[in-house]
């Protein structure tokens, strides 16, 4: 086990591991295969990405022992999924937080499973949607992989305005010196007002200072700004508590199917999840990074 210690920041909230179940006082669990979106009145199925999994409570799924959390992606049936996962979140699911932060340092020590189809995440979503619905009010990725591609670690942001006019930033950083995600590594996220900055290892390996958030609607959903002034005021999204969650999604648009060659149970391992804060504040909100707005992208 690392040093929980860092300088210049104080742990605010720690999870190690210990014991032998999910401590209820920091995790809830995501069940099922989809969710109801309220605004639209209609079931979700797939979690709006078409994915294949069952997520339950089950220490099939999720377990912890010898200081680790392991979520397992299952090649079972149920309910008429073909496969059951986990998906735990430090927000319950009636919306009761349990913890979240605004700015700070999050760190996860993880073993990452890959394989065609498989679509690990360590995240983080916003406690309220004060913006609007995803991705107005914003959505942080520390760590996804595209299943197949073991060597490669991904970071995002997903802003704008309401699905299905969100925006994407993302980063594809190589693991270096033939490391695969499966080794133990860490993935590190240090949040300031206007600016994001993404790590692994402690390398940095990505900085985001340019987004935006629009509450727009029209009958179609999220509707793009055409004017600064639609704009909700900068940093937003990213200026207010997000909380954490860790899963393993199983097929979907992003990762494509399973294959005959994918190993289940495929499984995310979990050392510590830590998350500090900053030693004499942050000080002023830093200016908007260089960039367009979706108006000057128009020809």
């Known amino acids: 086990m690392s040093s929980r210690r860092k300088k210049g920041w104080r742990l605010v909230w720690a999870d190690e591991f210990e014991g032998d179940q999910l401590d209820p006082r920091k995790w809830d669990y995501d069940l099922g295969n989809g969710f109801f ?14 994915e294949l999994q069952y997520y339950t409570d089950s220490p099939r799924n999720v377990s912890v022992a010898k200081s680790c959390l392991t979520i397992s992606a299952r090649k079972e049936p ?11 979140k430090t927000r319950s699911r009636d919306g009761t937080p349990l913890f979240n932060t605004l700015y700070g340092r999050v760190e996860i020590k993880a073993q990452v499973p890959w394989g065609k189809g498989l679509w690990p995440a360590l995240w983080m979503l916003p ?12 959505e942080i990725d520390l760590m996804e992989i595209v299943g197949d591609k073991p060597h490669e670690v991904l970071n995002s942001l997903h802003f704008g305005s309401s699905f299905p006019k969100r925006s994407l930033i993302t980063k594809a950083y190589a693991l270096p010196g033939g490391s695969t995600v499966a080794d133990w590594h ?9 600016e994001i900055r993404f790590y692994v290892d402690d390398v940095l390996v990505s900085t985001y ?6 509450s727009k609607t029209d009958a179609h959903g999220g509707r793009e700004p055409k004017r600064a002034s639609e704009l909700n005021p900068w940093p937003a999204p990213f200026d207010q508590p997000f909380y954490l969650v860790m899963n393993v999604a199983v097929g979907g648009n992003f990762p494509g199917l ?10 995310l391992v979990v050392d510590y999840v830590r998350v500090y804060e900053k030693l004499g504040g942050w000080g002023e909100t830093l200016p908007r990074g260089p960039g367009r707005m979706p108006w000057q992208l128009k020809p």
């Open 37 to 50: 979106d309220y605004r639209a009145h209609q079931w979700v199925p797939g979690w709006g990405n078409e």
């Open 78 to 88: 149920l309910h008429g999924c073909g496969y059951t996962s986990g998906r735990i």
């Open 127 to 138: 406690q309220d949607d004060r913006y609007g619905g995803w991705a107005a009010s914003g």
């Open 186 to 194: 860490v993935f590190g996220l240090e949040w300031q007002p206007g």
């Open 209 to 214: 200072d340019h987004w935006w958030s629009c």
């Open 258 to 267: 399973p294959t005959a060659d994918t190993a289940f149970p495929a499984q």
